[in-house]
């Protein structure tokens, strides 16, 4: 980053090299399939567009793309100032988001978990008519219940802590059947396996869900 530039931002920290998330780039190629000549998705909590720009180098060039991000009101109207496109929208709520179709995509990476009611939110993501979701970087752990605990950032990045769920993947599978989704696939979250200071394990993890 000599040059004052970096390859690629998440949760507002830079790094060198880009990290691609296979799961997905293959869930979006997979609902391409459905829709070859449009893609839209919805990226709840997709701070600046910074997936997008790690999945768009992937995705046919021929394709037209809509990708609306929908963040807190400071950073979405830092996305319309200074990176909003063509393609990469920012929107401040869910209830400003025009309408999606059957053959789009909603994408929550690493969001859930800082919510103050995630099921809830789920819920009204599962309202719009996207046919696929994929839930990214979420702590889960085997338990019936879900835990509320404290994270603290490590310092080497900031010196900062914030509420966070540990979800229970039981119900959260429980409350995706419920709200119309088939789980097709799980897969490891790039955070990995830990456990709280009373010994609760679990691991950050990501799954792909189509509507029934």
């Given at each position: 980053m000599t040059s004052g530039q970096a390859a690629f931002e998440r949760d507002s920290i830079l790094f060198d090299e880009p990290e691609f998330s296979f799961p997905i780039?293959?869930?979006?190629?997979?609902?391409?399939?459905?829709?070859?000549?449009m893609l839209e998705v919805t990226d709840f909590g997709g701070s600046l567009g910074s997936t997008y720009r790690q999945c768009r180098p992937f995705l046919p060039s021929p394709m037209?793309?809509?990708?609306?991000?929908?963040?807190?009101?400071?950073?979405?109207?830092?996305?319309?100032?200074?990176?909003?496109?063509?393609?990469l929208q920012f929107f401040a709520s869910l209830s400003e988001l025009p309408a999606t179709s059957a053959q789009s995509v909603t994408l929550a990476s690493?969001?859930?978990?800082?919510?103050?009611?995630?099921?809830?939110?789920?819920?009204?993501?599962?309202?719009?008519?996207?046919?696929?979701?994929?839930?990214?970087?979420?702590?889960?752990?085997?338990?019936?219940?879900?835990?509320?605990?404290?994270?603290?950032?490590?310092?080497?990045?900031?010196?900062?802590s914030y509420p966070c769920w540990i979800l229970s993947r039981s119900k959260l599978l429980s409350r995706l059947a419920e709200s119309g989704w088939q789980v097709l696939g799980e897969f490891p979250g790039l955070e990995g396996?830990?456990?709280?200071?009373?010994r609760?394990?679990?691991e950050f993890r990501g799954l792909i869900a189509v509507r029934k």
């Open positions: 780039l293959a869930t979006l190629l997979r609902a391409g399939v459905d829709s070859p000549q037209r793309v809509l990708w609306r991000v929908i963040e807190q009101p400071a950073f979405a109207d830092a996305g319309r100032r200074e990176f909003a496109t063509d393609e690493s969001v859930l978990q800082y919510l103050e009611d995630p099921f809830g939110v789920l819920e009204q993501l599962s309202a719009h008519a996207a046919g696929h979701m994929i839930i990214d970087r979420t702590p889960m752990s085997d338990q019936s219940h879900d835990r509320l605990c404290i994270q603290h950032v490590p310092k080497t990045i900031y010196d900062a396996a830990f456990s709280t200071p009373d609760v394990s679990f």
